[in-house]
């Protein structure tokens, strides 16, 4: 991650930048906002930046092998630490780190329990994570100058790995930074809030949000406009209005598609669709799973003639008035049954192009079910 990577936070990039220019870094510091502004992208960018062999006006090189390390995540002086679940350790859970940093670059929390399959459980740090923490402490760094703690969300400390992290923040460490990142540091221990050198993100302004949106995503000048306007300067959020809207269409069209060809029940065309639905990653093809129950109840209820119970989009009417008719008390529930197994598979790692597969071999014997007389 580059600085230039990082959108806005001008005055807080030109501190960090400062600090490894001048030799002088905070043996901890807390990058702390609302959820969304790019607190942990930035953490990422500094860390780079301090490790990066060939420094070029102002950022890292990102081609030099520490740089190309860090893109790996696998330079071995960053140490990643973030809330488990399983009382395990993060590095338990460093490829669901991986993949989940590379899905989603504004990291929202609600999203890191289900990545790792926590269930109902909210994952924290562990008081074992901490001991681990003090462990490393006291070995000497593997090639950089100084070793990067960086450390995701110290709020979700439990209690006694709070204190144990208060020991080695109070006696600085020569060749270890702690780098903390909160969205909520009202509920981080004040002790350890008082060891560090705070920098506290602000809002981005809404024309820089707009132009990174048009710029990123290839969003039109309009809703670019209106997304910054919404999100009140929170890239992370601004970004989610605009996908939302994009993966809507997307998904309308591919449900559409993928019940014609359930229909169909053409060998060929189902094994194209489902490694379609395969290729868009964990994340958004549950998404979608979620999406087609919808638009299963929604053709049901569309069945009864009563437009006012009806939700649904223009287009996706127009496909309903046809489809609609397939959809009935017979099939609806094993339908959604199999969307929702398929969900559960695919977020416990299964293979999502066999699981996609078995799903449209399923839904096409599904779809043809005849109504009950
Ligand atoms: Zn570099």
Same mark, same amino acid.
């Given at each position: 991650m580059l600085f230039s990577d990082v959108t806005g936070h001008t005055d807080a990039k030109a501190m960090l930048r400062n600090y490894v220019d001048s030799g002088r870094i905070p043996h901890a510091i807390m990058l702390s906002g609302v959820a969304g502004l790019g607190k942990l992208r930035l953490a990422m960018a500094f860390s780079q930046y301090l490790h990066c062999t060939n420094r070029q006006n102002g950022d890292s090189c990102g081609v030099c092998p520490s740089c190309l390390q860090h893109k790996a995540f696998n330079f071995p002086d960053m140490i990643y630490v973030y809330p488990v679940v399983k &009382? /395990?350790?993060?590095r338990d859970y460093a490829e669901e780190w991986k993949n989940y940093l590379a899905e989603n670059p504004f990291n929202p929390f609600r999203e890191w329990g289900p990545a790792i399959e926590a269930g109902n459980t909210s994952p924290i740090i562990y008081v074992t994570e901490a001991d681990e923490i003090v462990r490393l402490t006291s070995l000497s760094t593997y090639s950089a100058d100084k070793r990067v703690i960086l450390l995701w969300l110290p709020e979700k400390l439990q209690p006694a790995a709070a204190n144990k992290l208060l020991k080695v923040l109070e006696e600085p460490f020569e060749n270890t930074v702690f780098l903390l990142v909160s969205n909520e540091p009202q509920q981080v221990l004040p002790t350890i809030l008082s060891r560090t050198q705070r920098i506290e993100l602000k809002r981005i302004d809404e024309e820089e949000v707009t132009g990174w949106l048009e710029k990123r995503f290839g969003t039109d000048p309009f809703l670019a406009c209106e997304a910054a306007r919404l999100s009140e300067g929170i890239p992370g959020k601004a970004m989610e209005i605009v996908l939302h809207d994009a993966e809507k269409s997307e998904f309308t069209a591919l449900f559409q598609k993928m019940m014609r060809i359930a229909y169909s029940r053409v060998g060929a065309d189902l094994k194209v669709v489902s490694e379609e639905i395969a290729a868009m990653g964990r994340q958004k093809t549950t998404r979608y799973f979620d999406y087609c129950q919808g638009q299963l109840r929604e053709n049901l209820i569309y069945n009864l003639h009563r437009a006012e119970l009806n939700l649904m989009s223009a287009d996706e009417e127009t496909f309903s008035a &046809? %489809? /609609?008719? %397939?959809?009935h008390l017979g099939n609806v529930t094993p339908m959604s049954e199999e969307l929702s197994r398929a969900s559960a598979d695919i977020m416990r790692n299964a293979n999502a192009k066999v699981v996609c597969f078995d799903l449209m071999l399923k839904l096409s014997m599904l779809i043809r079910t005849p109504r009950a007389k």
């Open positions: &009382k /395990a350790l993060s &046809k %489809f /609609a008719p %397939f959809i």
